[in-house]
């Protein structure tokens, strides 16, 4: 297994400079953020752990991290403008550096997203070179998402059954799964699920297994 | 199914079937993403052209570098009086250099294998089609060839300043580059083999040490030598000139000097010219916001 398959991640991203890993690479973990909480933010803290504690603002991170909060993608100009275009949306910013440990990649950036109303998620995810990613965490699950595929997480219950149910919804749609991974953060509690599938998961879809009355919350997520 | 783990599977594969390692990065890449040969063709002229557009708009007066701690320098050296360089390789250097001062300034780039090195493929392809008269489709396919290399080199070592220095981010564009020169040129496969031994041998131990953290000094003159170093490989590599160790073993052996140096010398700017008086100097007068 290759840790890089696409050729496109060695020439590529076309992207707003300085720096793949500190710039591309943050703008695309606050893109999945966003896109895991969903709903316009009201109020970002962004850490930055490691080298990007140290370089945060010589490449342009925090623009970068912010940019992708926006929505905006690695080549989109207005990255260079990202905390001014913030301010004006009403995003309140907070950067702070913070040491997690010798166990988390040297680019590794937390996030912790609010909407107005009071829904709170918390990303980490590393930039582990050429603006290639992984996010190794969501609300203190593990995972280890890509970016590069569609995808559907959802927080439910930890109880028999769940990945049945879900999956059942998806094979209905014929939405084919690439990778799937489960974790908890003790037994009986809470459970997440990332499933990378091959094709677009739509609202229609997320609608039925928002249904599930175990599931807590779930996300269909592009690639980015 | 084509596909490839090493430098030597791509020759393997391009002597059995009498192609180009273009040729076999461009049909391995269409079976891997599972689309077609003709998209995946066309995404490789989009990135081509982006390259392109940055040596053109790296070239113009309309931006500064951030913070301004230094001045821009592509434009000066293309129009200096010459003293040793001849006019081509001058502008290889000049090309480099403007790429490399646009991605500084957030200007919009083609990482390749990072946007911390994208002067150099950009610069070496541009310069060599020219001199060569080559078509579009020729460089295109040398594009090809360049990130087979560099996918060979992410897998097997690294191409993240953070985890491997400079040899992986400007060292790894080099090689790239080299291999794509002499397919360019008309090479055989075990020509690429030996540009990109040569190429990635030469660099090996460079290490990541930007002032102040920022992208600037010595990313934006690196990315220079690194595209000469390319030529100077190719030129070797298609004189004959071989490399004693394979490519193979040069880029795993890349990857292990990686692991062997120290945090300090790899982007966290704690170390090398990052941390010389004049680096620290720079350095505090940033945080203090002083630019």
Known sequence: ?224 | MVDFETLSDLVKLARERDCKIGEIVWEYEAEVEGISKEEVWNKMVKHWNVMKDSIEDGLKESFELPCKITERFAGKFLNAKRVFLDDFMSKVVARALAVSEYNSAMGLVCAAPTAGASGVLPATLCSAAEKLNAKEKDIVLALFTASGIGLVIANKASIAGSEAGCQAEVGAAAAMAAGALVELANSTPEQVDHAVAIALKSIMGLICDPVAGLVISPCIKRNAFGAVLAFLAAEMALAGVKSLIPADEVIEAMGEVGRLMHPDLKETSRGGIATTPTGEKIREKIFKGDF
């Open chain 1, 1 to 224: 297994m290759k840790k890089v398959e696409s050729i496109f991640e060695i020439i590529g991203p076309i992207m707003v400079g300085p720096s793949s890993s500190h710039t591309a690479g943050a703008v695309r973990i606050g893109k999945i953020a966003r896109e895991i909480l969903g709903t316009k933010p009201v109020k970002a803290i962004i850490l930055f752990h490691g080298s990007f504690a140290e370089t945060f603002r010589g490449h342009g991170s925090d623009k970068a991290v912010v940019g992708g909060i926006l929505g905006f993608s690695t080549d989109d100009l207005r990255i260079r403008k990202a905390l001014e275009v913030a301010e004006r949306e009403g995003l309140k910013i907070e950067f702070k550096t913070v040491d997690l440990g010798e166990e988390y990649h040297p680019n590794t950036i937390k996030i912790i997203l609010e909407d107005a109303s009071g829904l709170k998620i918390q990303v980490i995810g590393s930039s582990i070179g050429g603006g290639n990613i992984i996010i190794t965490e969501i609300n203190g699950f593990e995972t280890d998402l890509s970016g590069d595929y569609y995808a559907l997480i959802a927080i439910h219950d930890d109880k028999p059954g769940m990945v049945a149910k879900i999956t059942t919804i998806l094979a209905k749609h014929r939405i084919n799964i690439a990778k799937m991974r489960v974790s908890r953060i003790k037994r009986g509690a809470l459970a997440f699920s990332s499933i990378e599938v091959d094709h677009e998961i739509s609202k229609e879809v997320v609608g039925e297994i928002e249904k599930i009355k175990e599931v807590r919350l779930v996300r269909a997520l592009k690639p980015i």
